[in-house]
């Protein structure tokens, strides 16, 4: 298995703009979680799915965040439009219920930088 | 509330020595608890895990962790550590509250000097 999938790896755009981020889960895991990691205020869950339902989108910092799940092999994390306080890691990960029951399986992250 | 918490930012050993980083948890019932390691640029990897039973656990890379109970701590340790054992260690718990969403530590970044 290939792993979790992120794309793209490195980002970096400029104050304004829209930003999608991309993630695949491992296949067959029925959990995805989108996560932000800062210095400043470590990993912090944005949102997650269940069976391609969000089920828990209080972490999302603001409506200019948005994620959506079309289907079980994908997701996206839109910022629209993107701040510089936006530059961050954002790791996807996904896991399978009853499997080591949270056992959380990460990408390598993308690395957001906002000018 | 429940809570995780990794009370060193930093941990400085040598190479060869051993090593034992921090995990204190605040929860009513067992919890189940992780520690995962993140190396430079790179994503969150699980090290070992805890549901039930033995309070020592092994994990791959050659560390283990203690669960004890009494003082509600889930410390990992290796015996003696490699200059690639040199990363960033997070120790996570479940949320009662929500199945499906982990309480994390802030992290011990942990520094080898050769």
């Known amino acids: 298995d290939a792993g979790v999938i992120q794309s793209p790896r490195h980002e970096v755009t400029e104050m304004g703009q829209e930003v999608t981020l991309r993630c695949k889960p491992i296949s067959g895991h029925d959990y995805l979680f989108w996560y932000r990691q800062t210095m400043m205020r470590g990993l912090e869950l944005l949102i997650y799915f269940n069976n391609n339902v969000p089920i828990d989108d209080s972490g999302m910092p603001e409506d200019r965040f948005s994620a959506k799940m079309p289907n079980a092999s994908f997701s996206t994390l839109k910022i629209q439009p993107s701040e510089p306080r936006d530059s961050a890691v954002y790791f996807c990960?996904?896991?399978?219920?009853?499997?080591?029951?949270?056992?959380?399986?990460f990408g390598p992250g993308t690395r957001l930088t906002v000018l | 509330a429940q809570s995780v918490t990794q009370p060193d930012i930093h941990i400085t050993v040598s190479e060869g020595a051993s090593l034992e980083l921090r995990c204190n948890y605040s929860?009513?019932?067992?919890?189940?608890l992780f520690w995962y390691v993140q190396s430079p640029g790179q994503g969150l990897q699980l090290l070992l895990k805890y549901f039930s039973g033995d309070t020592l656990v092994q994990g791959i890379k050659g560390f283990e962790a203690e669960f004890k109970r009494s003082q509600s701590y889930f410390n990992l340790r290796k015996p003696s550590v490699h200059w690639s054992d040199a990363a960033e260690y997070f120790c996570a718990g479940e949320n009662p509250d929500s199945n499906y969403q982990l309480i994390w530590g802030a992290g011990t970044k942990l520094i080898i000097k050769p």
């Open positions: 929860y009513g019932a067992t919890p189940y």
């Open positions: 990960a996904s896991s399978l219920r009853g499997k080591g029951l949270n056992e959380q399986f």
